[in-house]
């Protein structure tokens, strides 16, 4: 099985930067993905393809994904980013999708 | 804009089934998969299986494949996600999400969430 890594928590001040890592094994040659999650709603998709953006989705919020670490990147954090992000790709080698552990982003 | 509606919250026994609903709209049914995401209290999300509707193929994780059954019903448009042996484990929201026809790629969008609670 193929398994990702997440820090459990990241703690970032409002107008600064938040980096956000999901990390796995090669997992540059992977199209990753990540969700934003707030309590009791749904997982919303704010970054697919590593790097794209959805529609809606400020651009404030951007992804990168090279060697064994993807990462989401949130700029100008506003308090409404508060939420947990869950990076997310298929495993071609199981053809099981995978999900990360989650990240807790606070807002301080 | 499309829309994945799911059924209402359950309480079951432990040893009994549950059977949760997704109904789709659009284009949905025809030209992408359902899959089916569950999240315990307090835990992260975890992928149990999909089905393709148009070709009735399903691929389901490895942890579930002997308990879980995932069926289209064309004619109205809806997927069901059928998880058997329940015990307190399984108690969760259940997520149904659109994913790509083929394998890979993103879910989006998702279904509100079915809470399951498992309690005797």
């Known amino acids: 099985s193929y398994f990702l890594t997440q820090p459990h928590s990241v703690s970032v001040a409002p107008g600064k930067t938040a980096m956000i890592t999901c990390g796995g094994n090669n997992i540059g040659s992977k199209s990753v993905h990540w969700y934003q999650q707030t309590p009791g709603q749904a997982p919303v998709l704010v970054i697919y393809?590593?790097?794209e953006r959805p529609s809606g989705i400020p651009e404030r919020f951007s992804g990168s994904n090279s060697g064994h670490t993807a990462i989401l990147t949130i700029s100008r954090v506003e308090a409404g980013d508060e939420a947990d992000y869950y990076c997310?790709?298929?495993?071609?080698?199981?053809?099981?999708?995978?999900f990360g552990p989650g990240t807790k982003v606070t807002v301080l | 804009q499309v829309q994945l509606v799911q059924s209402e919250a359950e309480v079951k026994e432990p040893g009994s089934s549950v059977r949760v609903s997704c109904k789709t709209s659009?284009?949905?049914?025809?030209?992408?998969?359902i899959t089916w995401v569950r999240q315990g209290p307090g835990q992260g999300l975890e992928w149990m299986g999909g089905i393709v509707p148009i070709f009735d193929t399903t691929n389901y994780a490895q942890r579930f494949q002997d308990r879980v059954t995932i069926t289209a019903d064309s004619s109205t448009g809806t997927v069901s996600l059928e998880v058997r042996r329940l015990t307190s484990e399984d108690t969760a929201v259940y997520y149904c999400?659109?994913?790509?026809?083929?394998?890979?790629?993103?879910?989006?969008?998702w279904g509100q969430g079915t809470l399951v609670t498992v309690s005797s």
């Open positions: 659009g284009d949905t049914f025809s030209s992408y998969s």
């Open positions: 999400a659109r994913a790509p026809r083929y394998g890979g790629g993103w879910f989006d969008p």
């Open positions: 997310h790709l298929w495993d071609t080698t199981t053809d099981h999708y995978v």
């Open positions: 393809h590593d790097s």
